[in-house]
């Protein structure tokens, strides 16, 4: 299996719940050593509904060095914190 689809089956477990607020989560790339991710919405999203982008950074970490494994990156791309 590709590391786009260890990381892409990992972040299954997770959509649920975000697009249970109108958001998801995106592979933008995946190497064997770099993961990055992105946090997507819309107008219809509930930005407040979603944990903070530190307790979702840890989360997406976590799932993704259990699921894929040695990982030295993990980049997440959260819309909140672009200004």
């Not at 607020?21 to 819309?42: F, H, P, Q, W, Y």
């Not at 060095?65 to 993990?74: C, D, N, P």
């Amino acid at each position: 299996m590709s590391v786009q689809a260890d990381v892409e089956k990992a972040l299954d477990g997770l959509r649920q719940g975000f697009q249970a607020d109108g958001a998801d989560l995106a592979i933008v790339s995946a190497t064997e050593s770099k993961v990055t991710v992105r946090l997507i919405g819309s107008d219809e999203t509930c930005w407040d509904c979603i944990v903070s982008p530190d307790q979702l950074r840890a989360v997406v970490g976590s799932v993704l060095r259990r699921s894929v494994g040695a990982l030295e990156t993990i980049d997440l791309i959260d819309p909140r914190e672009v200004s």
